[in-house]
Protein backbone atom coordinates (compact mmCIF):
# COMPACT_ATOMS: atom_id res chain seq x y z
CA UNK A 1 0.00 0.00 0.00
CA UNK A 2 0.73 3.39 -0.81
CA UNK A 3 2.28 5.47 1.94
CA UNK A 4 2.85 8.98 1.45
CA UNK A 5 4.52 11.81 3.96
CA UNK A 6 5.06 15.04 4.05
CA UNK A 7 7.35 16.53 6.68
CA UNK A 8 7.19 18.95 8.64
CA UNK A 9 4.21 19.13 9.25
CA UNK A 10 4.22 23.36 10.11
CA UNK A 11 7.14 25.33 9.09
CA UNK A 12 7.48 29.08 9.62
CA UNK A 13 10.13 31.18 7.86
CA UNK A 14 10.66 34.77 7.52
CA UNK A 15 10.45 36.82 4.21
CA UNK A 16 13.13 36.29 1.37
CA UNK A 17 14.03 32.83 2.54
CA UNK A 18 14.63 30.27 0.39
CA UNK A 19 12.90 26.89 1.87
CA UNK A 20 11.85 23.20 0.79
CA UNK A 21 9.08 20.94 1.72
CA UNK A 22 10.26 17.19 1.28
CA UNK A 23 7.45 14.55 0.42
CA UNK A 24 8.58 10.76 0.56
CA UNK A 25 6.53 7.60 -0.57
CA UNK A 26 7.19 4.10 -0.19
CA UNK A 27 6.08 2.83 -3.99
CA UNK A 28 8.53 4.05 -6.70
CA UNK A 29 5.81 2.64 -9.33
CA UNK A 30 4.08 5.62 -9.82
CA UNK A 31 2.36 7.22 -13.03
CA UNK A 32 3.14 11.46 -11.75
CA UNK A 33 3.67 13.34 -8.31
CA UNK A 34 1.70 16.44 -8.14
CA UNK A 35 1.97 19.28 -5.68
CA UNK A 36 -0.85 21.41 -4.62
CA UNK A 37 -1.13 24.53 -2.28
CA UNK A 38 -4.30 24.70 -0.35
CA UNK A 39 -5.20 28.08 1.28
CA UNK A 40 -7.64 27.79 4.61
CA UNK A 41 -11.33 26.72 3.77
CA UNK A 42 -10.15 26.34 -0.09
CA UNK A 43 -9.93 23.94 -2.92
CA UNK A 44 -6.78 22.47 -4.22
CA UNK A 45 -4.87 24.58 -6.58
CA UNK A 46 -2.13 22.53 -8.90
CA UNK A 47 1.49 24.06 -8.65
CA UNK A 48 3.45 21.62 -10.32
CA UNK A 49 2.94 17.92 -12.01
CA UNK A 50 6.42 16.22 -12.70
CA UNK A 51 5.45 13.05 -14.66
CA UNK A 52 7.18 9.52 -13.95
CA UNK A 53 9.58 10.06 -16.35
CA UNK A 54 10.70 13.69 -15.64
CA UNK A 55 13.61 14.40 -12.83
CA UNK A 56 12.08 18.37 -12.09
CA UNK A 57 9.60 20.89 -13.33
CA UNK A 58 9.67 25.19 -12.64
CA UNK A 59 7.12 27.49 -12.71
CA UNK A 60 8.55 30.58 -11.31
CA UNK A 61 9.70 30.71 -7.88
CA UNK A 62 9.11 27.35 -7.39
CA UNK A 63 10.84 24.08 -8.73
CA UNK A 64 9.80 20.47 -7.90
CA UNK A 65 12.27 17.84 -8.18
CA UNK A 66 11.29 13.58 -8.39
CA UNK A 67 13.71 10.98 -7.08
CA UNK A 68 11.55 7.83 -7.78
CA UNK A 69 14.41 5.40 -6.47
CA UNK A 70 14.66 7.21 -3.37
CA UNK A 71 11.03 7.58 -3.22
CA UNK A 72 10.79 11.18 -2.20
CA UNK A 73 10.36 14.46 -4.02
CA UNK A 74 11.42 18.31 -2.71
CA UNK A 75 9.35 21.37 -3.53
CA UNK A 76 11.89 24.40 -3.45
CA UNK A 77 10.05 27.59 -2.95
CA UNK A 78 12.70 30.97 -3.66
CA UNK A 79 12.58 34.01 -2.00
CA UNK A 80 9.45 33.17 -0.08
CA UNK A 81 6.44 35.95 -0.04
CA UNK A 82 3.86 36.19 2.90
CA UNK A 83 0.85 35.53 0.14
CA UNK A 84 2.93 32.12 -0.31
CA UNK A 85 1.72 31.05 3.77
CA UNK A 86 -0.49 28.21 2.71
CA UNK A 87 -0.75 23.97 3.11
CA UNK A 88 1.00 22.39 0.71
CA UNK A 89 0.03 18.67 -0.58
CA UNK A 90 2.03 16.40 -2.37
CA UNK A 91 0.09 13.06 -4.10
CA UNK A 92 0.85 10.29 -6.06
CA UNK A 93 -0.71 8.96 -8.93
CA UNK A 94 -0.49 5.33 -9.65
CA UNK A 95 -3.48 3.87 -11.90
CA UNK A 96 -6.83 4.91 -10.86
CA UNK A 97 -5.57 5.94 -7.42
CA UNK A 98 -4.11 9.01 -6.09
CA UNK A 99 -2.37 9.34 -3.08
CA UNK A 100 -2.14 12.06 -0.44
CA UNK A 101 0.21 13.42 2.05
CA UNK A 102 -1.24 15.33 4.97
CA UNK A 103 0.54 18.78 3.88
CA UNK A 104 3.20 21.07 5.40
CA UNK A 105 1.49 24.60 6.48
CA UNK A 106 3.63 27.08 5.76
CA UNK A 107 3.73 30.36 7.56
CA UNK A 108 5.91 33.17 5.66
CA UNK A 109 6.37 36.23 7.82
CA UNK A 110 6.70 39.64 7.07
CA UNK B 1 -15.44 27.41 -19.21
CA UNK B 2 -16.36 26.63 -15.05
CA UNK B 3 -13.96 23.86 -14.67
CA UNK B 4 -14.97 21.64 -11.83
CA UNK B 5 -17.64 23.02 -9.64
CA UNK B 6 -19.84 21.59 -6.56
CA UNK B 7 -22.94 21.85 -5.14
CA UNK B 8 -23.84 22.50 -2.37
CA UNK B 9 -20.67 24.43 -0.57
CA UNK B 10 -21.94 23.72 2.79
CA UNK B 11 -24.19 21.12 4.33
CA UNK B 12 -25.38 20.86 8.17
CA UNK B 13 -27.32 17.13 8.42
CA UNK B 14 -28.68 15.09 11.06
CA UNK B 15 -27.59 11.39 11.73
CA UNK B 16 -29.24 9.52 9.49
CA UNK B 17 -30.11 11.92 6.85
CA UNK B 18 -29.80 11.55 3.26
CA UNK B 19 -27.98 14.09 1.23
CA UNK B 20 -27.21 13.88 -2.62
CA UNK B 21 -23.58 15.94 -3.64
CA UNK B 22 -23.22 16.88 -7.08
CA UNK B 23 -20.02 17.53 -9.07
CA UNK B 24 -20.24 18.80 -12.37
CA UNK B 25 -17.18 19.43 -15.20
CA UNK B 26 -17.16 21.12 -18.35
CA UNK B 27 -14.17 19.94 -19.44
CA UNK B 28 -15.35 16.73 -21.63
CA UNK B 29 -13.52 14.72 -18.74
CA UNK B 30 -13.35 10.60 -18.81
CA UNK B 31 -12.92 10.16 -15.20
CA UNK B 32 -14.41 11.45 -11.81
CA UNK B 33 -13.56 11.33 -8.76
CA UNK B 34 -14.72 12.02 -5.00
CA UNK B 35 -12.60 12.69 -2.16
CA UNK B 36 -12.94 13.45 1.50
CA UNK B 37 -10.48 15.20 3.26
CA UNK B 38 -10.64 15.21 6.91
CA UNK B 39 -8.24 16.93 9.75
CA UNK B 40 -4.18 16.94 9.83
CA UNK B 41 -4.99 14.38 6.82
CA UNK B 42 -4.40 13.95 3.17
CA UNK B 43 -7.30 13.70 0.87
CA UNK B 44 -8.76 9.92 0.66
CA UNK B 45 -10.25 8.24 -2.51
CA UNK B 46 -13.86 7.26 -2.17
CA UNK B 47 -15.25 6.21 -5.26
CA UNK B 48 -14.42 7.02 -8.82
CA UNK B 49 -15.63 6.53 -12.54
CA UNK B 50 -13.74 5.74 -15.54
CA UNK B 51 -16.82 6.78 -18.05
CA UNK B 52 -20.63 7.40 -17.66
CA UNK B 53 -22.45 4.50 -16.35
CA UNK B 54 -19.57 2.93 -14.57
CA UNK B 55 -18.08 3.60 -10.79
CA UNK B 56 -15.33 1.62 -8.98
CA UNK B 57 -14.66 1.90 -4.88
CA UNK B 58 -11.61 3.88 -3.99
CA UNK B 59 -10.08 3.56 -0.40
CA UNK B 60 -12.17 4.50 1.73
CA UNK B 61 -16.01 3.55 0.24
CA UNK B 62 -18.54 2.55 3.19
CA UNK B 63 -21.34 4.52 3.75
CA UNK B 64 -21.32 6.21 0.37
CA UNK B 65 -23.10 5.11 -3.10
CA UNK B 66 -22.13 7.28 -6.42
CA UNK B 67 -23.67 7.28 -10.12
CA UNK B 68 -22.67 8.64 -13.18
CA UNK B 69 -25.85 8.57 -15.57
CA UNK B 70 -24.06 11.81 -17.68
CA UNK B 71 -20.59 11.69 -18.50
CA UNK B 72 -20.45 15.64 -16.86
CA UNK B 73 -21.92 14.71 -13.61
CA UNK B 74 -21.03 12.63 -10.83
CA UNK B 75 -23.00 12.25 -7.78
CA UNK B 76 -22.41 11.28 -4.21
CA UNK B 77 -24.96 10.08 -2.05
CA UNK B 78 -25.20 9.33 1.98
CA UNK B 79 -28.32 7.33 2.74
CA UNK B 80 -27.84 7.35 6.46
CA UNK B 81 -25.59 10.11 7.34
CA UNK B 82 -23.18 9.35 10.54
CA UNK B 83 -20.84 11.72 12.31
CA UNK B 84 -18.34 10.19 11.01
CA UNK B 85 -18.72 11.66 7.78
CA UNK B 86 -18.65 14.85 9.00
CA UNK B 87 -15.22 16.36 6.43
CA UNK B 88 -14.59 17.66 3.62
CA UNK B 89 -15.71 16.48 0.04
CA UNK B 90 -13.79 17.67 -3.25
CA UNK B 91 -14.66 16.41 -6.47
CA UNK B 92 -12.19 15.42 -9.00
CA UNK B 93 -12.06 14.95 -13.21
CA UNK B 94 -9.01 13.56 -15.39
CA UNK B 95 -9.08 13.46 -19.37
CA UNK B 96 -7.96 9.39 -18.25
CA UNK B 97 -6.54 7.35 -16.06
CA UNK B 98 -1.88 7.13 -15.44
CA UNK B 99 -0.34 10.11 -16.38
CA UNK B 100 -3.13 12.71 -16.96
CA UNK B 101 -3.90 15.65 -14.47
CA UNK B 102 -6.47 15.83 -11.79
CA UNK B 103 -8.38 18.99 -11.38
CA UNK B 104 -10.51 19.59 -8.87
CA UNK B 105 -13.41 21.17 -7.51
CA UNK B 106 -13.78 24.15 -4.48
CA UNK B 107 -15.58 21.25 -1.86
CA UNK B 108 -17.97 20.91 -0.29
CA UNK B 109 -18.51 21.21 4.27
CA UNK B 110 -20.58 19.10 5.23
CA UNK B 111 -21.25 18.35 9.10
CA UNK B 112 -23.31 15.78 10.43
CA UNK B 113 -24.63 16.13 14.21
Known amino acids: KQEVTQIPAALSVPEGENLVLNCSFT??????LQWFRQDPGKGLTSLLL?????REQTSGRLNASLDKSSGRSTLYIAASQPGDSATYLC?????????FGAGTRLTVKP | NAGVTQTPKFRVLKTGQSMTLLCAQD?????MYWYRQDPGMGLRLIHYSVGEGTTAKGEVPDGYNVSRLKKQNFLLGLESAAPSQTSVYFC????????????FGPGTRLTVL
Open chain 2, 92 to 103: ASSYGGGPYEQF
Open chain 1, 91 to 99: AVRRGNDMR
Open chain 1, 27 to 32: DSAIYN
Open chain 2, 27 to 31: MNHEY
Open chain 1, 50 to 54: IQSSQ
